[in-house]
Every structure is written in C-alpha cells, then in structure tokens.
C-alpha cells in the first residue's frame, strides 16, 4: 500500500493493516476519510477489493474514482450509497469527460457488499472503458464520441464520507480495503506518448468488446438497473446507442 498510495484525508481515520495488506477508512461525526495513488496512469485495468460499510450504513457514501483532478478533468466513478439495515446497496456510476458529467446510472447489487470483498475495477483502453463488479461488466462507454478519456492521466482516489440523513449513533462507519491491483501505464512527463504505443502486449490494450461481454452487460442492465441517464433524453447522445 504505501508503495503506491498516500493518505490524502484523515489520517486518524486510517488503519493500515498487516503491512499494508488491508486497509480501513472509518467515517464519524468529526470526518472521513481517504487515500489516493502517488502515480497517475493512462489506460489499463486499476482495481480494488472492497468490503462495504454494514448494517445501518444510510447517509454513507464509499466513493472509487479515477481522476485527472483538472479544471476539465476526465473522472470515472463508482459512488456506494448506504441505505438501512435490511436494504440493498445502490451502486452509482458515473463519468465526466473535459468536465462534462451528469452520466450517472445506478444499480442494485445482486450481493450482500457488507459480507465479504468484491472487485471493483475500470478497464480502460482506447476504445472503451469498461466499469467492472467481480469481472462482470456493469456499464460501458465507448470510443464513438469526441471527447473521450484518452489524453489526460488519471489517478487513483477513494474516500468515505456522511451526508445530513447519517445517523451518528452508528458511527464509526467502516470501509474496507485490499487487493490493490494496478495493471496499467504509468503516466510519465518525460515520456507521453509510450501509453499510446499501438504495438504495446499489454491484454487490455488490444480489450475489444465481444459477445460475450455484452451478454453479461445485457443480463446486469436487465435484471438489475434502476436508473439511467439515458433515459432522460427524447434523442439519447451517440454514448447511449
């Protein structure tokens, strides 16, 4: 962990465990907390393992990102909203592109994210960017419009933070981390240009979308999408076809 990330909020809200194997955010009255990358990237798959806040969890917010933090930043998100015992996690995703965003769509996860680590991660190459839960895509955006993510660098961000409807009572608010997974190009100034060599090996360079792919989508989209941008347009945008 420390290799690759530094505490960017909180660090009295920071437990790193076992050598940096684990780490856990943790979310009271007096603040939050969060951790970024020391490096930023462009194209690649960069992941995390996370175990979601339990039980009441209603007003928390757990927040995975990546983001070229520019005034026309390109962001990819995964935004987990707590909600009552007993209720299921909404998961929002959302994208901005030269600062445009207002793309959010939502899902309903198909587990309990409370009981056990699952694998969020981004693939993201030039032709698309694929959103990841457990390597079933939930959620793609393709290389079709102008703009797309593919000039700006972007870094790795995730926090833990409350809204006004959190109840205190429950507090401290835990989110749980491992499996920090960077499978990527580092992003160097002396050298721009090398995460865009078209002969690179790396698998998720040449990633193309394929039946497959799109059959999971289909079934998550179907079965467990509750709202969509998409849908607000008489006309959707070229990304929604």
Same mark, same amino acid.
């Given at each position: 962990f420390s290799g690759n990330y530094? +505490?960017? &909020? %909180?660090?009295?809200? !920071?437990?790193v465990i076992g050598h940096g194997q684990e780490v856990d955010l943790r979310l009271d009255r007096s603040s939050g907390a969060g951790f970024g990358s020391k490096?930023?990237?462009?194209?690649?798959?960069?992941?995390?393992q996370i175990k979601l806040v339990?039980?009441?969890?209603? $007003?928390? +917010? !757990? %927040?995975? =990102?990546?983001?070229?933090l520019t005034d026309d930043r390109d962001e990819l998100d995964f935004e987990f909203l707590g909600n009552s015992t007993g209720q299921s996690y909404t998961l929002q995703t959302n994208l901005f592109v030269s600062g445009k965003g207002k793309r959010e769509q939502r899902f309903k996860l198909w587990f309990d994210p409370t009981a056990d680590f699952h694998f969020y991660s981004f693939v993201w190459n030039p032709? #698309?960017?694929?959103? =990841?839960?457990?390597?079933?895509? !939930?959620?793609v955006f393709k290389n079709t419009t102008d703009p797309y993510p593919s000039t700006k660098p972007m870094g790795i961000y995730t926090n833990i933070w409350g809204s006004?409807?959190?109840? &205190?009572?429950? %507090?401290?608010?835990v989110a749980s981390y491992r $499996?920090?997974?960077?499978? %990527?190009? #580092?992003?160097?100034?002396?050298?721009?240009?090398?995460?865009?060599?078209?002969?690179?090996?790396? &698998?998720?360079?040449?990633?193309e979308w394929n039946d497959q792919l799109q059959g999971n989508l289909?079934?998550?989209?179907?079965n467990y999408m509750i709202d969509d941008y998409c849908s607000a347009y008489e006309s959707p945008p070229l990304e929604c076809t």
């Open positions: 530094d +505490i960017t &909020w %909180a660090p009295d809200h !920071v437990d490096n930023r990237f462009l194209f690649g798959q960069l992941g995390l339990p039980y009441d969890s209603s $007003g928390t +917010i !757990v %927040a995975y =990102m990546l983001s070229s032709f #698309q960017v694929i959103f =990841m839960v457990d390597d079933i895509p !939930v959620r006004s409807s959190v109840d &205190w009572d429950h %507090a401290p608010f $499996g920090f997974t960077i499978d %990527a190009c #580092q992003y160097s100034e002396t050298s721009p240009d090398d995460c865009h060599d078209t002969n690179s090996q790396r &698998w998720w360079s040449s990633l289909s079934f998550v989209r179907r």
